[in-house]
């Protein structure tokens, strides 16, 4: 479910014209990073 939503945002984020970009890449980068701990 994370997984699925966090594909979302990042197509959403490319075809979105790249406006968050930075503050949705940390977020995805985060929970990854959370989720190998």
Do not use: T
Not at 18 to 33: C, D, E, N, R, T
């Amino acid at each position: 479910m994370m997984v699925d939503s966090l594909a979302n945002y990042i197509v959403y984020g490319l075809e979105g014209g790249i406006i968050i970009s930075p503050f949705l890449m940390g977020k995805i980068y985060a929970q990854m990073v959370f989720k190998k701990f």
